[in-house]
């Protein structure tokens, strides 16, 4: 089959490669209708994140049709319309029972190399490292798709492909945010970061009742899409004190919920900016944590910062004085998808949640490196490339 | 020697020394890293208890042949102590070397435990290989990397 590979720094290529087989009984074999782009494969792409391999199969976010299914398996059947979560978790370790499904214990084959790093070891996640556990990628015309009864999910009849692809993570990631950071009718929420991510939390945030929301980016087709689709207010970090103004709309206060959606390549303006790449060229940090330090200092006191975006070590700078003393909530993860979907495809096919709009650049899998080129560069107004694989 | 057979000793070597370097790592005592505040000594640190917790009441574990295959296979070399976990967390899966093991037999204990608890909580080891992947360019960081993942399963703080 072909495939779109990972084979050096900021190179894509795309190749024939061996088609999937099913491994384990609870094993399913998606032939893939649509796979997307997403802001945490550009850490792979550069380089952050050292553990990928020439070869290696990209891709997290997708969506497909059941071609083939394990003998363990017992709700998924062949042509079943699934959207699958970017993370692998087997629904019956004490992590998927509390519905913390990215923590699962059982979806990550190498866990040696995370609990090294962190101590214990978050589950797997599709095209995403040997460190997630060496899983192959979506950007395939076919996928291996293990504990396929947890992770994927039937899509209703009424919800176009173009609008569930977006289910598979960056909704179900921007929906946990805006959740799991307690976010209650009445509240005022910032985002940062107008991505796909960044964009579903903040409508998931108004969707749970949140009275108003801001996202804070600087690329202007993103800040127009946070107006024109989503609903909620934009604010241009370039041309705007983003403390200042958040203070100001809220009376002083600061936002009750601060939600990061920037992750570990964060772009900041000034000094901080290049102290930051500084650092972080000379290995001095791992990740730029900009957008996180302003979120814990334009918090509200006592309010919840929450942590989506991707880091993967150290930061430097990190306020823990102003996260102490204004008692703040901050708690982060990857995404525990399986809790929110049949949710969010519920509120797709009531046309509360629109996502189409994220498709940017939709494109055959043939043109994944290209596809790759103008997202990392975010030309062209790009928000996501998304690859049809199948045509 | 021809240079192909050359760049094939390099390449081994590169890939054992990714999975020893994996295999240290867990020793680093670097502040930020997993295990800064350790302070066992190596044979202290071999002969703890490596432990798994797993959704079933400690009844549903087993013992002695009865335990889980790749637990059963370590035989009489390891003690296996099973306990209630805290808070409805099901049971606590531990084991040890009754003598100073090497660190093939800790890799060994590591992984057996991981396989034991899939076993009793999936009913079956997850396999990741082989996956599809593209032309894999002979590099050193490549031959390091595929080094660390083959011995994965086998190491981390467990």
């Given at each position: 089959?072909?495939?779109?590979?990972?084979?050096?720094?900021?190179?894509?290529?795309?190749?024939?490669?061996?088609?999937?087989?099913?491994?384990?009984?609870?094993?399913?074999?998606?032939?893939?209708?649509?796979?997307?782009?997403?802001?945490?494969?550009?850490?792979?792409?550069?380089?952050?994140?050292?553990f990928m391999r020439a070869g290696d199969v990209l891709g997290h976010e997708f969506m497909g049709e059941v071609?083939?299914?394990?003998?363990?398996?017992?709700?998924?059947?062949?042509?079943?319309?699934?959207?699958?979560?970017?993370?692998?978790?087997?629904?019956?370790?004490?992590?998927?029972?509390?519905?913390?499904?990215?923590l699962c214990d059982n979806g990550n084959p190498n866990p040696g190399i995370t609990e090294a790093l962190w101590g214990q070891s978050p589950g797997g996640c599709f095209g995403y490292s040997h460190a997630m556990g060496g899983w192959a990628g979506s950007h395939a015309e076919y996928i291996r798709v293990p504990y396929a009864d947890v992770g994927a999910f039937v899509v209703p009849e009424g919800v176009s492909d173009e609008r569930a692809l977006f289910a598979s993570d960056a909704v179900s990631t921007g929906w946990m945010g805006a959740d799991l950071a307690g976010t209650k009718p009445g509240d005022v929420v910032a985002v940062?970061?107008?991505?796909?991510?960044?964009?579903?939390?903040?409508?998931?945030?108004?969707?749970?009742?949140?009275?108003?929301?801001?996202?804070?980016?600087?690329?202007?087709?993103?800040?127009?899409?946070?107006?024109?689709?989503?609903?909620?207010?934009?604010?241009?970090?370039s041309r705007t004190d983003v403390l200042a103004e958040l203070r100001e709309v809220t009376g002083g206060r600061g936002p009750d919920v601060c939600i990061e959606a920037v992750g570990m390549e964060a772009h900041s303006l000034g000094v901080q900016g290049a102290y930051d790449q500084v650092k972080q060229q000379l290995r001095l940090q791992t990740d730029r944590p900009s957008a996180v330090r302003e979120a814990i200092l334009a918090c509200r006191k006592g309010g919840s910062v929450f942590v989506l975006g991707v880091y993967a070590q150290m930061v430097d700078k990190f306020p823990l004085g102003a996260l102490m003393n204004k008692g703040l909530t901050v708690r982060g993860a990857q995404v525990h998808g399986q809790r929110y979907m049949p949710r969010i495809l519920d509120h797709m096919a009531r046309g509360e949640l629109t996502t189409e709009h994220l498709a940017t650049h939709v494109m055959p899998l043939e043109d994944a490196a290209r596809g790759y080129r103008v997202f990392k560069d975010k030309a062209d107004g790009c928000v996501r490339s998304v690859f049809l694989p199948n045509g | 020697m021809a240079v192909p057979r050359i760049l094939d000793s390099l390449r081994r070597a590169a890939t054992e020394a990714g999975g020893a370097l994996l295999g240290r790592l867990q020793?680093?005592?670097l502040p930020g890293v997993g295990q800064s505040s350790s302070a066992d000594d190596p044979e202290t640190a071999a002969r703890r208890w490596r432990a798994v917790t797993v959704l079933r009441s400690p009844e549903q574990i087993g013992t002695g042949a009865d335990l889980p295959a790749p637990l059963a296979a370590l035989g009489d070399r390891v003690e296996v102590r099973v306990t209630p976990a805290p808070g409805d967390r099901g049971a606590e899966l531990a084991a040890r070397y009754r003598d100073l093991p090497s660190d093939d037999d800790l890799r060994a204990l590591r992984s057996a435990l991981r396989e034991a608890k899939q076993l009793i909580e999936v009913g079956e080891v997850l396999r990741v290989d082989p996956a599809p992947h593209g032309t894999r360019k002979a590099t050193p960081q490549g031959a390091v990397l595929e080094g660390a993942t083959a011995r994965a399963g086998g190491e981390g703080v467990l």
């Open positions: 089959m072909r495939a779109a590979t990972w084979t050096g720094v900021n190179e894509v290529s795309v190749e024939t490669v061996p088609d999937p087989t099913i491994l384990n009984d609870h094993d399913v074999i998606l032939k893939v209708s649509r796979t997307t782009t997403c802001g945490s494969d550009l850490h792979l792409l550069g380089g952050y994140i050292p071609v083939e299914v394990g003998r363990g398996v017992r709700d998924r059947r062949i042509g079943d319309r699934v959207v699958v979560n970017s993370f692998i978790a087997c629904g019956k370790c004490w992590y998927c029972t509390q519905e913390l499904y990215s940062w970061g107008a991505g796909g991510v960044g964009q579903m939390a903040a409508r998931a945030a108004m969707l749970l009742g949140a009275e108003r929301v801001y996202v804070i980016d600087r690329l202007p087709e993103r800040l127009a899409q946070v107006r024109e689709h989503v609903g909620a207010e934009a604010i241009d970090y | 020793h680093v005592r």
